[in-house]
């Protein structure tokens, strides 16, 4: 008899989920798929120069309605995507399985997400932003309003409309060609904890900056105001996992790519915002494309020697090495910098070291055991501006001297080794002595 069809179409979705759910890949970071959720369809065409500077670079896009009943971020227990973008500032609820726990457990499975709000921002996306380390303002009409940073235009308008060239100094973030134009943003500042040394901010308002509501006068003082209102800021999980939150949706619009500039007090115009740039090598950061290091091929063994031992002796002389590498979009380029150390570690550093580099990404020193013995590690924890952090620990047992491999004659005790023979020559000078009295 043969066997029920559906038993053979289950068996093939599993297979095709299988097959769609490949996770991030160290050997290839940015062959990845990404879920879309939008308030609007329309958003697809308005916002098609960032989707298509990303499909451009290989990704592949699922558009889906933020409400839609079938969406969902896992089946079967695999995650079908490895990034994540919400376009959607106006949601109040994500339809099928997601929610905002499920986008948190996104991020905590070391998948990237990119959350843009606006002045119609949800109490969901607050809180998103919030449990990922940066606070909107919370009064759902604030505005940023910059009275002397704002973009010229034929109208006199409420200044809400910022040029912004005030970026974060990081070609790891954003490319080593300087962006020339100003930034538009219109939407919602927001501040983080200064203590969190895992949110950056990457375009900030300058110091003439508040946030208020533009339709009414002022009453009591702003609760956000200067530079400490961020446009746009990023974070960086200790899974290495990468946010982007920002409180403005149009700066990904087309309109915004394309339009020209002029910041107030300047006369300077740019045919062209610098959105589009900024953007776009903001993104390459966050679906790894830059800034993410690999370290392989860590070895250690006494010096003259090639195997790794399974113990070293206190006093031994060792070499020690790692391969880094940072993947550059379409391959593994050698990773180059001075400031990557090792630690020999036993509930403290005994030897910290900075690593030599032939700049071709291996990465050596060399140093003597202590003489200490007991379980030791080899450490290398590396965190650097923008990069992926990298945490290797190899643990290796440190032996004492045998009793047969102490040397014959220490050199540090030849002043008692002459106190003694002089002491028995003396006592043979003295039998002699007596011998000799004897006979006489």
Request: proline share 5%; with cysteine; glycine share 6%.
């Amino acid at each position: 008899m043969s066997r029920p069809p559906s038993i053979f179409v289950t068996l093939a979705t599993i297979l095709f989920i299988a097959i769609r759910c490949r996770s991030f890949s160290p050997d290839s970071p940015t062959d990845r798929r990404i879920l879309v959720l939008l308030d609007d369809l329309a958003i697809k065409s308005s916002h098609s120069l960032f989707f298509n500077s990303l499909q451009s670079r290989g990704f592949e896009f699922d558009f889906r309605l933020a409400g839609d009943p079938k969406v969902g971020l896992q089946r079967y227990g695999q995650y079908l995507y490895d990034g994540l973008i919400i376009f959607s500032p106006t949601t109040e609820r994500f339809g099928g399985s997601v929610d905002g726990a499920a986008i948190l457990d996104f991020v905590d499975s070391g998948r990237d997400l990119i959350l843009a709000a606006d002045t119609s921002a949800s109490d969901l996306i607050r809180e998103i932003a919030t449990e990922c380390g940066v606070d909107f303002d919370e009064d759902p009409a604030a505005m940023v309003i910059d009275h002397t940073s704002y973009a010229v235009s034929d109208t006199e308008g409420d200044h809400t409309l910022i040029a912004s060239d005030d970026l974060i100094q990081s070609d790891v973030l954003l490319g080593s060609k300087k962006i020339e134009a100003p930034v538009l943003f219109r939407g919602i500042g927001h501040t983080s904890n200064p203590a969190n040394s895992l949110v950056l901010k990457v375009l900030s308002a300058s110091s003439s900056a508040y946030s208020a509501n533009p339709k009414t006068k002022l009453s009591t003082p702003p609760t956000l105001t200067g530079s400490a209102i961020s446009l746009v800021s990023v974070v960086q999980a200790r899974n290495n996992a990468r946010i982007m939150i920002t409180g403005s949706l149009s700066m990904f619009s087309n309109r915004f790519f394309r339009s020209g500039v002029q910041k107030a007090g300047s006369s300077m115009k740019h045919t062209k915002s610098g959105n589009e740039q900024f953007l776009t090598e903001l993104s390459k950061w966050v679906f790894h494309e830059r800034g993410h290091l690999k370290a392989v091929n860590v070895r250690h063994h006494k010096v003259g020697e090639t195997d790794e031992p399974l113990m070293y002796r206190i006093n031994d002389d060792l070499e020690y090495s790692v391969e880094i590498y940072e993947w550059s979009g379409k391959s593994w380029e050698p990773y180059v910098a001075n400031d990557v150390q090792v630690q020999f570690y036993m509930m403290s550093p005994y030897v910290l070291k900075t690593l030599s580099t032939d700049k071709k990404g291996l990465y050596y020193t060399a140093f003597k055991v202590p003489d200490v013995y007991g379980v030791f590690q080899f450490k290398v924890e590396y965190q650097q501006l923008g990069h992926t952090s990298l945490s290797l620990a190899k643990q290796i047992p440190v032996r004492p001297f045998r009793h047969n491999e102490y040397e014959r004659f220490i050199p540090a005790a030849f002043p008692y080794y002459g106190a003694s023979f002089s002491m028995l020559m003396e006592k043979l000078f003295c039998a002699i002595d007596l011998s000799v009295l004897s006979i006489f």
